[in-house]
């Protein structure tokens, strides 16, 4: 009876697999495709399977091609995010680490990569988590065998911090031992250890607080909290297994002492002087400036460490808006990372990371391209995303409206594909979890 069954479904499920199977044609009012400076019009994206095999006109639409019409649209490259803690779930989130086991975390954070997906980011850098084990290695693992639907993950599983850091749990007793949000760890000996251990299971980044941070508890962002010693270990220990170090800096002598010892990535950046920038223009140092999260909490009493936000939003932020402008002029690369966590934040919120940068002095059509070519080359995918051309993997993104005339169109995203395969469309819907699973 039950192989009856089986034997019945089975034309419907190929005809099903055929569909899918068929090349897709995007047709939007215009393309904005990573590379040039001005959006692409009368421009038509063709998708064959998980990749892009054609950009042009009208004429590149091959016979028995799906078309999906997307009037009134802008079609670009899906966003990058290369600063997230996904499975950060609440805004005070040193608390909220110590109240959720990692597979609570991990359910929250899934549940928030998929929201972010549907609004537009089809690859997020996971910079630690606040995890005791690496819970967003298990996802990136489901995902990647098409368990569930989410982003393209990578990243670190924690971040490393000094004991007191911005990694530690500064505000207990002493007589309280609980494992901290971050990996605490002191001197070169230790640094290597951990860095092998996060290897070992999964991080293909190194994260490390170089400095004080602005949301930990009893630290301060202007001090710098690994010395150059450590910094070095930690990059040569890293870099000899080619993977990459991001260096959490908002001190300006951490900034440059990061920088000197070969970090692939300034994250923040906040007292970054005149020849911090030099020094990252010559060694081609990406800044991922982080800047909107501060104005999401500028005000009220989410964070325990309110105070310092505060501080900052009052007079830390126009020298940095400025300061960013200044290192993009002299030809620093500038990434985009959010930072705002996992399920608590409204992924709506994201895009305005990119609208900041404008009023940082890039051009809407530079900050886009923050959020997508430039972010792959921070992560080296630069060979499979972060344009919309021939070859590359279909991850796009669809907003209404033009978003080179108001970055605002960038909060009204309609449509979404991944690896070819739509996941928010104006007319379908959303598919997330609950696919047909066909474990790669
Ligand atoms: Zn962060």
Same mark, same amino acid.
């Given at each position: 009876?039950?192989?009856?069954?089986?034997?019945?479904?089975?034309?419907?499920?190929?005809?099903?697999?055929?569909?899918?199977?068929?090349?897709?044609? *995007?047709?939007?009012?215009?393309?904005?495709?990573?590379?040039?400076?001005?959006?692409?019009?009368?421009?038509?994206?063709?998708?064959?399977?998980? #990749?892009?095999?054609?950009?042009?006109?009208?004429?590149?639409?091959?016979?028995?091609?799906?078309?999906?019409?997307?009037?009134?649209?802008?079609?670009?490259?899906? @966003?990058?995010?290369?600063?997230?803690?996904?499975?950060? /779930?609440?805004?005070?989130?040193?608390?909220?680490?110590?109240?959720?086991?990692?597979?609570?975390? &991990?359910?929250?954070?899934?549940?928030?990569?998929?929201?972010?997906?549907?609004?537009?980011?089809?690859?997020?850098?996971?910079?630690?988590?606040?995890?005791? /084990? /690496?819970?967003?290695?298990?996802?990136?693992?489901?995902?990647?065998?098409?368990? @569930?639907?989410?982003?393209?993950?990578?990243?670190?599983?924690?971040?490393?911090?000094?004991?007191?850091?911005?990694?530690?749990?500064?505000? @207990?007793?002493?007589?309280?031992?609980?494992?901290?949000?971050?990996?605490?760890?002191?001197?070169?000996?230790?640094?290597?250890? &951990?860095?092998?251990?996060?290897?070992?299971?999964?991080?293909?980044?190194?994260?490390? *607080?170089?400095?004080?941070?602005?949301?930990?508890?009893?630290?301060?962002?202007?001090?710098?909290?690994?010395?150059?010693?450590?910094?070095?270990? $930690?990059?040569?220990?890293?870099?000899?297994?080619?993977?990459?170090? $991001?260096?959490?800096?908002?001190?300006?002598?951490?900034? +440059?002492?990061?920088?000197?010892?070969?970090?692939?990535?300034?994250?923040?950046?906040?007292?970054?002087?005149?020849?911090?920038?030099?020094?990252?223009?010559?060694?081609?140092?990406?800044?991922?400036?982080?800047?909107?999260?501060?104005?999401?909490?500028?005000?009220?009493?989410?964070?325990?460490?309110?105070?310092?936000?505060?501080?900052?939003?009052?007079?830390?932020?126009?020298?940095?808006?400025?300061?960013?402008?200044?290192?993009?002029?002299?030809?620093?690369?500038?990434?985009?990372?959010?930072?705002?966590?996992?399920?608590?934040?409204?992924?709506?919120?994201?895009? #305005?990371?990119? $609208?900041?940068?404008?009023?940082?002095? *890039?051009?809407?059509?530079?900050?886009?391209?923050?959020?997508?070519?430039?972010? $792959?080359?921070?992560?080296?995918?630069?060979?499979?995303?972060?344009?919309?051309?021939?070859? +590359?993997?279909?991850?796009?993104?669809?907003?209404?409206?033009?978003?080179?005339?108001?970055?605002?169109?960038?909060?009204?995203?309609? @449509?979404?594909?991944?690896?070819? #395969?739509?996941?928010?469309?104006?007319?379908?819907?959303?598919?997330?979890?609950?696919?047909?699973?066909?474990?790669?």
């Amino acid at each position: 009876m039950q192989r009856r069954h089986v034997l019945f479904l089975l034309p419907a499920l190929l005809s099903c697999w055929q569909a899918a199977a068929e090349p897709v044609a *995007l047709v939007a009012d215009r393309v904005i495709d990573g590379v040039g400076n001005k959006a692409r019009i009368n421009t038509v994206v063709v998708i064959d399977g998980e #990749r892009i095999i054609a950009v042009g006109d009208r004429s590149a639409i091959p016979a028995g091609a799906k078309v999906i019409q997307l009037p009134g649209q802008t079609l670009m490259p899906g @966003f990058i995010n290369c600063h997230e803690h996904p499975l950060m /779930y609440g805004d005070d989130y040193q608390n909220a680490h110590l109240q959720a086991s990692s597979a609570y975390k &991990a359910l929250m954070g899934l549940a928030a990569l998929q929201r972010q997906l549907l609004a537009g980011w089809t690859t997020i850098r996971v910079m630690g988590d606040a995890d005791v /084990y /690496y819970a967003n290695q298990d996802i990136r693992k489901t995902i990647d065998k098409g368990v @569930f639907i989410g982003p393209r993950l990578t990243g670190a599983g924690h971040y490393l911090s000094i004991t007191g850091g911005g990694g530690d749990v500064n505000y @207990f007793s002493p007589e309280q031992r609980v494992i901290a949000d971050g990996l605490v760890v002191d001197g070169p000996e230790e640094i290597r250890k &951990a860095i092998r251990e996060e290897i070992k299971y999964g991080s293909d980044w190194i994260k490390l *607080l170089v400095t004080g941070a602005y949301q930990s508890v009893g630290d301060d962002p202007r001090n710098v909290a690994f010395s150059p010693e450590e910094l070095q270990a $930690a990059v040569s220990e890293a870099n000899r297994h080619n993977v990459p170090v $991001a260096a959490h800096a908002h001190a300006t002598e951490g900034i +440059k002492q990061a920088v000197a010892a070969g970090v692939r990535s300034i994250e923040h950046g906040t007292f970054i002087d005149d020849e911090g920038i030099k020094m990252m223009a010559a060694k081609g140092t990406f800044l991922v400036p982080t800047i909107y999260i501060g104005d999401y909490y500028k005000e009220g009493d989410k964070l325990r460490a309110q105070d310092k936000q505060d501080e900052y939003a009052t007079h830390g932020r126009g020298k940095f808006l400025a300061a960013v402008g200044r290192a993009h002029k002299q030809g620093v690369k500038i990434a985009v990372g959010v930072d705002l966590g996992g399920y608590m934040t409204p992924p709506v919120v994201f895009v #305005r990371e990119m $609208a900041v940068l404008v009023e940082a002095g *890039l051009t809407p059509m530079e900050a886009i391209q923050a959020g997508t070519r430039v972010g $792959a080359e921070l992560l080296r995918w630069d060979d499979r995303l972060g344009t919309v051309q021939s070859g +590359k993997l279909a991850d796009l993104v669809a907003v209404t409206g033009n978003p080179l005339d108001d970055m605002k169109a960038l909060e009204h995203v309609t @449509f979404v594909m991944i690896g070819g #395969r739509v996941v928010k469309s104006p007319g379908g819907g959303t598919t997330l979890a609950g696919i047909l699973a066909q474990p790669r």
